[in-house]
């Protein structure tokens, strides 16, 4: 059973930084490209940042150059890591990882959504 499960959330003032946990277990999941996603208050779900098997990375524009996602890969488990810097106020939102496959340049997520963690930016 595959079980994915997100931590390291929390309240920040702008311009700080946290660093956000996923661990994904019960398959083989070194093969799989995997994401970080996010829902701002009354907003629709948005892909943040995806990293394929090889460790390449795309941002969504808003976040480049301030978060970076990277991946550690062992036997059936994959531990996600999404470092965010100079957090701002429409940086908050709930946060979920997934693992899952890019179809051409299109991410699509395999996994069931965990319970998310809440990051909260404030002024």
């Known amino acids: 059973q595959v079980r994915v499960v997100e931590s390291g959330g929390g309240s920040v003032q702008v311009g700080g930084s946290l660093t956000l946990s996923c661990g994904v277990s019960?398959?083989?999941?070194?093969?799989?490209?995997a994401g970080w996603y996010r829902q701002p208050p009354g907003k629709q779900r948005e892909l943040v940042a995806t990293i394929n098997d090889r460790g390449k990375t795309n941002y969504l524009d808003s976040v480049k150059g301030r978060f970076s996602l990277t991946r550690e890969d062992a036997k059936n488990t994959t531990d996600l890591y999404l470092e965010m810097n100079n957090l701002r106020p429409d940086d908050t939102a709930v946060y979920y990882c997934t693992v899952g496959t890019f179809l051409g340049t299109t991410y699509y997520p395999e996994t069931n959504w965990g319970q998310g963690t809440q990051v909260s930016v404030s002024s």
């Open positions: 019960g398959s083989i999941f070194s093969n799989k490209a």
